[in-house]
């Protein structure tokens, strides 16, 4: 029931709508959270400054900590619950598992939806603060290990998982872009 | 059904082997639930509400308005919150942490004090109800100040688990007899651990048990305080912790669980207290500020006569606590002279606690960057030197070493970072506007146990359960305790489930002090070894199950005294611009001797995850205090940095072959002897690439600037 502090919203997470109605000020981390019970996506700080709540908003990184439930509607919202194929993991998914890029676990989802969006940043050949040639024309970077650290920088690891992170994001990188040229091939 | 172990497979070992993490695919899809996610129907939200004044009483607590706020059930303060007893000393030995004992009385001793849980039907309700919630107070005089000198300071009786003082030998017929003499003065700031995941606890009645969904290092420790405080039986109490996100030392027993336990109570529906990030900084404990005064006198070789090692550190008006910091060199070098003591300066501030590697982390940052200046002034090499002053005794408690393989590591770790090739003087290479160095240091961690009990059963089906009271703050323990069952039952590691995270396992360890999986798989063995011997004779498995328990109390007992450490050498490359300060680590190696390594893959990720925390001690970490009002500038992870991706490079840990024979279990613990030794690695190796030492944490590039345009040593 929408009243002068709630509204009545639709979202649409990991490709389901969900209708509910949200107190205005409540975040999408806890609209995610504690209203539809998708607990993935963490909060390590509720002010934007960890990144353990980073989901991705029509394909794009953000944090869902300092964005408004009502403000989220009419987007696609995709949470750590949405990254698997059904009983398959996510490349990135899995690369963090095989190379251990996690301890406690608690970044784990924002870091593995950071990485998805930068793999997909990268490939969309946008530039980081460490790309040498910024030029439109000169394409992608080379995914190198400084790339990826800047580009993941968002992200804290208070465990100090960065080592097992940064390598599992190349495998992934590496892995996705195998699978892109295959398909190619194919088509 | 009848169960047999494999005696076949028992050449095939698991203990040894890299697995990944039991619980892997819970934490990397979002499925692992975490303290403050598990539901409950009828669930209310309890928001804290922290002093804003460091030292006074609260003279009245504005309730009225914020109870007609909507949603507002409850308002806890000092005037109407149940009464709870603080006068024991819990299972670690140590009295319950004073700001955890909530609303008993109106006084502040400090910033960030919790003087009231406002409880509310949404957590958006909570929040806004506790924000508007006005506390009056009576304010006080504070002294948030730490510095050398302070005319507060004083010799505590006790140090914790350390002696406050030892002092062996005559300190000054050494120093005269000495040829070469280092005496300077380090400082390291106060430290938050700041585990990504905040404090977060739900309690709830259930039948006339007590139970609590929580976040912690050991269900038992916080189960046994919380029926302390509540004066219930310990069995009507249960709490739970399956996952941690990550603790560090601070999750223990906090105002968190306090509060939602007395609001549980009062309301009768399950009440759930999560911290936000500020408030951690002041409830959750932290390493505190040290000033440490090191002088070693050493023959023209290098060999220490005097190794004298004295710590000023901080601690709270309401709790005597110790960063044992001087203590780091009781058991690594022997000197005829061999003074460690310690010092404390009450503060208007919270009480500090245990954070990773407690006394030994600033500890080694000053003792290791002083042996790093006798070498400098011996004209030795710094690893020559340490091996130059290897004891064959604990150098203070003269017990023969359980196994010492720190030279060990020096020379593995010398041969791979490429030692050999090193010109010792400073300032000489660069690399465009950087100039490098590089540096290195010793490790040292106690390996000690704690009394655990531990369940093993064999099931109808063919498997195993282990139940222990462990927890898995990000450790591996779960996957590292699989590992051990499996090769004692003499099965494979599919074939067992390890449960932990549950009080009503029985009492155990807490994931602390590195003992953790060394004390929990003490316990598992006996009982899975008795287990296999058991269905050796008669293989025969009820419905039920047959189970095996243990208790490693005596085992710990009849253990034979000596020192038992884990050692390891830290080496860092850094490159320096001088012209904006700024200091990047370009590669770390750090070689451990951690005796048997149960699990390759998570251990390595744990001594790495240490060495980043030395990365973060020796250039980032710094909490800063505002002295007028007592309480933190930039309590948050903004104003409060530690190592982001872009501040680390290639870190790599290794270790080398680390036997006791006479260690029944021979597993050391990794969990923080990464750390140590790691902030003078680096430190040293600014040194020597800069030629400038800098002795006071963290090399900020304001302090390498000043030291470069001052020229001299910051």
Redesign the interface.
């Known amino acids: 029931m929408a009243s002068p502090t709630s509204s009545a919203i639709t979202l649409t997470v990991n490709g389901d709508k969900h209708e509910l109605t949200v107190?205005h000020?409540?975040t999408l981390l806890?609209a995610l959270?504690?209203r539809l019970?998708?607990?993935?996506?963490?909060?390590?700080?509720?002010?934007g400054?960890?990144g353990?709540c980073t989901v991705l908003i029509d394909g794009r990184r953000a944090v869902s900590c300092l964005q408004l439930a009502v403000a989220a509607e009419g987007r696609e919202i995709t949470?750590?619950?949405g990254?698997?194929d059904g009983e398959e993991?996510h490349p990135v998914?899995?690369a963090?598992?095989?190379l251990?890029g996690?301890?406690?676990?608690?970044?784990?989802?924002g870091q593995?939806c950071s990485a998805v969006g930068v793999i997909a940043e990268h490939a969309a050949g946008w530039p980081s603060a460490v790309t040498e040639d910024v030029r439109p024309e000169a394409g992608p970077p080379p995914l190198t290990?400084d790339e990826?650290?800047?580009r993941?920088?968002?992200?804290?690891?208070?465990?100090?998982?960065?080592?097992?992170?940064?390598q599992a994001v190349a495998r992934a990188a590496g892995a996705e872009s195998e699978a892109v040229r295959e398909t190619g091939e194919a088509a | 059904m009848t169960t047999t172990t494999d005696p076949a497979a028992a050449a095939v070992r698991s203990i040894g082997t890299a697995r990944t993490r039991v619980e892997g695919r819970d934490k990397v899809t979002g499925a692992a639930r975490y303290a403050g996610e598990i539901p409950f129907a009828e669930l209310a939200h309890g928001w804290l509400v922290l002093s804003t004044v460091a030292r006074g009483r609260v003279r009245s607590v504005e309730a009225d308005p914020v109870l007609a706020m909507p949603g507002v059930l409850a308002v806890l303060h000092h005037g109407n919150a149940p009464r709870v007893e603080s006068d024991f000393v819990g299972m670690l030995g140590v009295p319950p942490d004073p700001a955890a004992v909530v609303f008993q009385d109106d006084r502040v001793p400090h910033a960030g004090w919790p003087v009231a849980l406002v409880v509310a039907e949404t957590s958006e309700q909570a929040r806004e109800a506790a924000e508007t919630l006005v506390v009056h107070y009576d304010q006080e005089p504070h002294d948030v100040a730490f510095s050398a000198g302070h005319p507060g300071a004083y010799a505590p009786e006790s140090a914790g688990y350390a002696e406050a003082a030892v002092e062996k030998g005559d300190l000054e017929a050494a120093l005269a007899a000495s040829s070469v003499v280092v005496d300077a003065e380090y400082t390291t700031p106060e430290e938050h651990h700041n585990a990504m995941e905040p404090h977060a606890a739900a309690a709830r009645w259930d039948g006339g048990r007590l139970e609590v969904v929580d976040s912690n290092q050991g269900s038992t420790w916080v189960a046994s305080e919380l029926a302390q405080m509540f004066s219930l039986d310990p069995g009507a109490v249960r709490v739970r912790s399956e996952h941690v996100g990550g603790g560090f030392g601070s999750k223990g027993v906090r105002a968190h669980q306090v509060a939602a336990v007395m609001a549980a109570t009062v309301l009768q529906r399950p009440v759930r207290v999560v911290m936000t990030r500020r408030q951690v900084f002041s409830l959750a404990g932290y390493r505190s500020p040290t000033v440490q005064r090191v002088r070693l006198g050493a023959d023209a070789d290098g060999r220490l006569r005097v190794l004298e090692h004295r710590s000023l550190s901080a601690t709270s008006t309401v709790r005597e606590f110790v960063e044992t910091s001087a203590a780091a060199g009781r058991a690594l070098y022997p000197a005829d002279a061999h003074h460690t003591t310690h010092e404390l300066v009450r503060l208007d501030v919270p009480t500090p606690t245990w954070m990773r590697a407690p006394g030994e982390a600033p500890g080694s940052f000053a003792l290791e960057s002083a042996l790093d200046e006798l070498a400098e002034k011996c004209g030795v090499d710094p690893i020559a030197l340490r091996t130059r002053n290897e004891p064959d005794r604990g150098p203070v408690s003269g017990l023969p070493f359980g196994s010492r393989n720190l030279v060990a590591c020096f020379e593995e770790g010398a041969r791979r970072f490429g030692w050999a090739d090193r010109d010792p003087r400073p300032g000489l290479r660069r690399d465009g506007r950087w100039l490098l160095g590089t540096g290195t240091a010793a490790a040292s961690f106690h390996a000690g146990a704690g009394p655990s009990t531990a369940a093993v059963t064999a099931e109808a089906d063919g498997t195993f359960t282990v139940r222990i009271t462990a927890a898995d703050i990000g450790t591996g323990a779960r996957t590292a305790l699989t590992l051990v069952a499996a090769d004692t039952l003499e099965v494979a590691p599919e074939r067992v489930r390890v449960r932990i995270g549950d009080s009503d396992f029985g009492p155990a360890m807490i994931a602390g002090g590195s003992m953790g999986t060394r004390s929990w798989a003490w316990a598992i063995t006996i009982a899975a070894r008795e287990l296999r011997e058991r269905l050796a004779l008669d293989g025969t498995v009820p419905p039920e199950g047959v189970t095996v328990r243990s208790d490693t109390t005596e085992a710990l007992g009849a253990l034979s005294q000596k020192e038992r450490h884990s050692y390891g050498a830290q080496f860092a490359e850094v490159a320096v611009d001088t012209a904006t300060g700024e200091v990047r680590v370009r590669r770390m190696l750090g070689i451990f001797a951690a005796g048997r390594i149960v699990n390759p893959l998570t251990a390595r990720s744990q001594l790495v995850g240490g060495m980043i925390w030395g990365i973060s001690m020796a250039l980032h970490e710094e909490a800063a205090r505002d002295r007028n009002l007592g309480s933190h500038v930039g309590a948050d992870l903004a104003g409060y940095h530690f190592a982001a991706h872009a501040d680390v490079p290639a870190v790599e840990a290794d270790w080398v072959d680390d036997q006791d024979p006479d260690d029944p279990i021979d597993i050391k613990g990794v969990g923080e002897v990464g750390i140590v030794g790691a902030a003078a690695a680096v430190a040293n190796a600014v040194w020597h690439a800069t030629g400038v030492r800098h002795r006071h944490l963290p090399i900020r590039p304001d302090r390498v600037l000043l030291a470069h345009t001052g020229a001299h040593d910051a």
């Open positions: 107190d000020r409540t806890d959270r504690e019970d998708l607990t993935g996506s963490k909060k390590g700080c509720d002010q400054q960890c353990a949470t750590i619950e990254m698997a993991l998914q899995q963090f598992l095989d251990d996690f301890q406690c676990g608690y970044c784990t989802p593995i290990p990826i650290r800047e993941m920088s968002g992200n804290l690891c208070r465990c100090g998982a960065y080592v097992s992170i940064a």
